[in-house]
């Protein structure tokens, strides 16, 4: 089978080989963009849950460095990371690519008429090896292209301390948005494993 | 009631509180009674309880009050239960209940067909929340407010009067900066930094 292909099994339970192994991928891939958040000096951070984000998203909740602002729709976050801007704080706001396109208009007459730096962390749905959401998945890097923010796909989780450094510096520097689009395989979780 | 005559009173209180303004008139009429560079100016439309939000978590020491109007609520109704949720001790929000988008045309908001925006506060978990019938009680429970350890809610229906005032003196990005070196010089913080030239490493 093709799991036990990628996923090589040398014991009884395959299954739940595979889930501990992604949970401990999810885990230690959360730590990581974490710490990187932190080491970046990020203090403030608005989110609003996908499963993919889930271990992420416990670590933040966790992390007694950032103040975390769990929001009911995406737009609130982009209002309240501009606030805590203006007051010395920096923000990120963590959300799914479908609360992107629900924060456009906050995105645009806030951040970018105001000129005001922030964090994007955006969990890219319907990329490729991603079931769910397809035509989000296919509008999500024209729209960033459309709006004129610099974004970075994140596949390698070992690169995320050094991408989210440096797009911290580059949010700063521009004075706009800059968004990491977060892929399956950055947090530690498996892409779909063959066609139907 | 009129918007103006509250805001008269709220300016003989609010010391130097950080003011965040819905789009619309209420900024113009509070820039006009308590000008300076502690107030924020909002563009999106529903935007102004996040904005004012995010400053009181980011600066916990200083009181926030945001001013707000009853369609620029209606369309972010769901900052309502993050404000409940997150309880800034700091921030008080104000909304002007004309019952119109004032700014666009004076067509009819959904608390003209009966929505009760303090109700709705209450429901989301504020509950400091209360109408204030008359212009003596709004000053009161804004006092109130202002010295009180809560994060509280004030609802006053006004009419659509317009006081007669100038022009929002700066454009966004000024506002911005000049905010921002104003909550530096008042909290003895430093926000904004640039770094030497790299011939200088």
């Known amino acids: 089978m ?16 595979i889930q501990r192994r992604s949970s401990l991928n999810t885990t230690a891939a959360a730590q990581i963009i974490v710490n990187a958040l932190r080491g970046a000096g990020i203090n403030l951070v608005a989110t609003l849950p996908d499963i993919n984000l889930s271990e992420l998203l416990r670590e933040v909740e966790e992390s007694r460095e950032l103040i975390h602002v769990p929001v009911c729709r995406e737009e609130e976050g982009i209002g309240i990371c501009a ?8 923000c990120a706001a963590i959300m799914q690519n479908g609360g992107f396109f629900n924060s456009n208009n906050a995105i645009v007459s806030t951040l970018l008429q105001y000129q005001i730096p922030l964090l994007l962390l955006i969990y890219y749905a319907g990329d490729v090896g991603d079931r769910t959401f397809s035509t989000t998945g296919s509008l999500t ?47 530690g979780r498996r892409p779909a494993l063959k066609a139907l | 009631m009129q918007r103006f005559d509250c805001l008269k009173k709220l300016a003989q209180v609010a010391g ?43 600066l916990p020491e200083r009181r926030v009050i945001a001013l707000d109007g009853d369609g620029s609520l209606l ?15 700091n921030l ?26 303090v109700g709705l506060a209450r429901a989301a978990g504020i509950e400091n929340a209360q109408w204030a019938e008359s212009v003596e009680v709004f000053a009161q429970v804004a006092e109130r407010a202002l010295k009180g350890d809560a994060v509280s809610f004030i609802g006053v229906k006004v009419g659509t009067e317009r006081a007669p005032v100038g022009p929002y003196p700066m454009d966004e990005v000024e506002n911005k900066y000049r905010f921002i070196r104003y909550v530096e010089k008042s909290a003895n913080i430093a926000i904004l930094k640039t770094n030497l030239p790299a011939s200088y490493d």
């Open chain 1, 83 to 90: 606030g805590a801007y203006l007051v010395g704080k920096k």
């Open chain 2, 92 to 117: 008080l929000h104000i909304v002007f209940d004309n019952e119109v988008y004032e700014a666009s045309g004076s067509k009819k908001t959904a608390t003209g067909a009966g929505t009760d925006l």
């Open chain 1, 2 to 17: 093709k799991c036990a292909l990628i996923y090589p099994i040398f014991g009884v339970n395959r299954i739940a080989t």
């Open chain 1, 141 to 187: 890097e024209p729209v960033l292209q459309a709006l004129g923010i610099r974004y970075y796909v994140m596949r390698e989780t070992e690169d995320a301390p050094e991408l989210i450094r440096r797009a911290q510096i580059l949010t700063e520097d521009s004075k706009r948005p800059v968004a990491l689009l977060l892929t399956k395989e950055l947090l």
């Open chain 2, 16 to 58: 130097d509180a950080l003011v965040v303004s819905s789009a619309g008139a209420v900024t113009l009429e509070w820039n006009a009674l308590r000008p300076g560079d502690g107030n924020f100016r909002v563009r999106t439309l529903g935007l102004c309880s996040s904005i004012a939000l995010g400053m009181a978590l980011g």
């Open chain 2, 75 to 89: 369309m972010n109704l769901s900052s309502l239960p993050t404000i409940a949720r997150m309880k800034p001790k």
